[in-house]
């Protein structure tokens, strides 16, 4: 049920700060995930028309770089145009979470009546912000959410009792600035792991934040919020609701560390339709499935994945209270283009990555074996490695096929690179070309198709190559 806005400010709102004192820290959020198909949307061929040679060079005129000296993603593609959502004002600071030159902290702000969902990693060592997100949700119920604060170069995860505090005073030193309820502040950190937030940098940069507010800030903000990222990750829609075209904007950062489970690195999305929180819940908890949680690069969880979904009314939509409405057909559709988008783009900029490969099983008895199939072949560093060398080794995809124990029928399994048939009938294929396999495995865009012919369900992952810039990156990530 959407609360109503309190409209009173000072006396009632101070009242309610003393309450929060008083609130206990609920379990996560859970939404029931549906059954979701993926549609197939060609979302990042549609973020622009760039040619393959020119989208590199795109990217790196970004004003916001990540870490220095990494170089552009040869699989990167630019930033499109984002226009601004109504309701949505974002402005970007230095902090000095960083020892270089670069801006490290985000504010967005909502206006009011804006409501919110979010999901979050599964990691067990949730971080400090992950862990205020989800109770204020709770607290909330997903209604007049007013600002999100972000800062990049400090994950405050695995900080305690300490990282919780940094955390709170952060929400209430903003609450203050803007006035509002500090649960009605979303939080997001990235960067190392084990090191408290300086909370007194934010603070002192919330003047700043607050009188530099935008509507057209959108790419700064992307490349605000990167860290070993290469080129910033955007994704911007157009829907009708009944007549009233909406808009759709969204950021994403990460290229390390992603095999999310229930969310990406950091993910923010924004429209100005008016939809109820539970509504919100049930989109974001669906296509996160197909988008969010079918991406790896490594095999390895972020302890602060955070997804946040915000609608923001302003655009004169009709308000939408059941996630089943026929009139959020079309958004519905330009939501999951978005967070596709968002999503391979991580893959795009997996670290030290040059291939973008998208992982198809079929034939499996269930959806989740599928999936754990599909997962298996794109995480095995030895399928991973010989894509990075360009060899079509159909072997070590029957390996990772069969070390997941799940049902499969060895005298049916047939398996694709590209076009290609590499195996059929459990044996490699009478057709089998050895040049053209070599051939097609040069390209920077490949598909790995895999039927385990024991049932009919089916699953996709994205994944990416490992090579010895994976090592590079990680082996100094502090420096």
């Avoid at 979701?36 to 795109?58: F, I, R, S, Y």
């Avoid at 490695?385 to 060895?410: C, S």
Wanted: aromatic residues 4%; proline residues 4%; glycine residues 8%.
């Amino acid at each position: 049920m959407t609360k109503t806005p309190p409209k009173t400010p000072s006396a009632s709102r101070i009242t309610q700060r003393a309450a929060e004192g008083l609130e206990r820290a609920l379990d996560p959020i859970t939404s029931a995930v549906k059954r979701a198909v993926q549609t197939g949307a060609d979302a990042v061929a549609n973020l622009t028309h760039t040619t393959d040679a020119e989208a590199p060079k795109a990217a790196a005129s970004s004003s916001a770089p990540g870490k220095p000296g990494l170089a552009v993603s040869p699989l990167a593609v630019p930033l499109p145009e984002m226009p601004p959502v109504g309701g949505v004002q974002l402005s970007t600071a230095r902090s000095g979470f960083y020892k270089h030159d670069r801006k490290d902290t985000l504010l967005m702000k909502f206006a009011e009546g804006t409501t919110c969902a979010g999901v979050f990693t599964r990691h067990t060592v949730g971080s400090a912000p992950v862990d205020w997100c989800k109770k204020q949700l709770e607290a909330n119920e997903g209604s007049d959410v007013r600002a999100l604060i972000c800062n990049a170069g400090c994950a405050n995860a695995f900080t305690g009792k300490p990282g919780a505090d940094a955390a709170r005073r952060t929400a209430s030193a903003l609450s203050r600035r803007i006035d509002c309820r500090q649960r009605d502040i979303m939080l997001a950190s990235t960067g190392v792991i084990g090191v408290v937030l300086d909370d007194s940098k934010i603070a002192a940069k919330l003047f700043d934040l607050d009188k530099d507010l935008r509507a057209d800030a959108w790419a700064e903000a992307a490349g605000t919020i990167m860290t070993t990222d290469t080129f910033p990750k955007g994704a911007s829609e157009t829907a009708v609701i009944e007549g009233v075209t909406v808009r759709i904007n969204g950021i994403a950062k990460g290229s390390g560390m992603i095999a999310p489970d229930m969310a990406t690195m950091l993910a923010f999305i924004a429209t100005d339709a008016t939809l109820s929180p539970g509504v919100l819940q049930s989109l974001l908890a669906l296509y996160t499935r197909t988008t969010f949680n079918s991406v790896t690069v490594d095999g390895d969880t972020s302890t602060n994945d955070t997804c946040l979904l915000f609608a923001t009314g302003v655009a004169g939509a009709p308000k939408i209270s059941r996630a089943g409405d026929k009139r959020l057909a079309d958004f519905k559709t330009k939501l999951e283009k978005v967070m596709h988008a968002l999503a391979t783009q991580l893959i795009r900029d997996g670290e030290g990555a040059t291939k973008f490969v998208k992982v198809n099983v079929t034939g499996a008895s269930s959806p989740a074996s599928a999936r754990k199939i599909a997962k298996s072949i794109a995480e095995s560093p030895l399928v991973k490695t010989a894509l990075a060398g360009e060899d079509a080794n159909w072997g070590r995809i029957v390996m990772a096929v069969g070390k997941t124990e799940e049902p499969v029928d060895r005298d049916r399994i047939a398996i694709r690179f590209g076009d290609l048939v590499a195996a059929e009938h459990g044996a490699v294929s009478h057709t089998y070309d050895e040049a053209a396999m070599s051939a097609y495995m040069k390209n920077a865009e490949l598909e790995i198709s895999v039927d385990v012919g024991v049932g009919r369900a089916l699953a996709h992952v994205y994944t990416c190559d490992l090579t010895h810039g994976y090592i590079s990156i990680n082996g100094d990530y502090r420096s």
